[in-house]
């Protein structure tokens, strides 16, 4: 027997296997070293601090620059320096004005931007809806228009020589003052609608239609007017003083040929106005 003591006799080992065991042992002698130099560089040095370095923001940095050494291009900044300079000085938080500027709140808001997707809510459409009218380009409908109906300006009636406007339409709707309550009023006095109904010479003008009452002030129109017997009423009382806001011709002859005075009022500012001859 070649082998009495039965002993394993490994068996040679082939090319591939060679170089793979002298691969693995490089691989683990390469490793051992690195952590090596890494431990020797992450130690220590003798007597230094193992405190955190402190770290310097920029932001920090630029606002404690003082804002007398910036240029500001805000002309009312620029003006409130030159005022005080003690405003640009940083302050205890090392932020000085220049920092510590922002918007006023809801002064900033973001443009709607349609037609930039579905998520935005005006996207595609941008709100106008697929087809239609008023989904086409332009005005839908010319100015004035009102759906078929008969428009406003057919509605309003047109008066020749006058506008359209509140003066040109406007119709005053007059309360009456006859010359029989004229002739109930004392000789050589001021007579006016007010007067008569403090002395109870005639009732409260009641009118529904058109312009009668201006800034709490009726309007009033002194005529002339029939008896009974359908006559004409002739006045009696001399030297009245009649202010009104319009008159006829036959009241104001009357007035004036018993020495009496037509006074015309404004309709706004109740105040005399002069009365043509």
């Not at 003006?79 to 003690?86: C, I, V, Y």
């Amino acid at each position: 027997d070649s082998n009495p003591l039965h002993l394993q006799v490994p068996r040679p080992l082939s090319a591939m296997a060679f170089i793979r065991t002298i691969v693995l042992g490089m691989t683990a002698v390469v490793s051992l070293g690195s952590v090596s130099l890494t431990s020797a560089f992450l130690a220590p040095m003798p007597g230094a601090s193992l405190s955190r370095p402190r770290v310097v923001s920029s932001s920090r940095a630029v606002s404690s620059i003082s804002a007398l050494n910036m240029k500001v291009f805000d002309w009312k900044r620029r003006e409130a320096l030159a005022a005080d300079p003690t405003l640009g000085d940083v302050a205890a938080d090392g932020q000085g004005i220049l920092g510590t500027l922002s918007p006023a709140p809801g002064s900033k808001k973001p443009k709607n931007r349609k037609g930039r997707g579905i998520s935005a809510g005006q996207g595609a459409t941008c709100g106008f809806g697929m087809r239609g009218q008023k989904s086409r380009s332009g005005h839908p409908q010319r100015p004035g228009f009102e759906g078929g109906q008969i428009p406003l300006y057919r509605r309003l009636p047109k008066l020749v020589g006058k506008g359209m406007g509140r003066d040109g339409h406007q119709k005053a709707n007059f309360g009456l003052l006859n010359l029989s309550v004229l002739n109930k009023c004392e000789p050589n006095s001021e007579v006016t609608y007010e007067t008569c109904l403090e002395k109870g010479l005639m009732t409260k003008l009641r009118i529904k239609k058109g312009t009668s009452v201006i800034y709490s002030k009726q309007l009033v129109k002194v005529i002339g007017c029939n008896d009974e017997n359908r006559e004409p009423v002739k006045l009696s009382v001399s030297g009245l003083t009649v202010k009104a806001h319009a008159f006829t011709a036959s009241a104001v002859e009357q007035i004036q040929a018993n020495g009496g005075k037509c006074v015309l009022l404004n309709p706004v500012t109740n105040e005399d106005l002069p009365m043509d001859e």
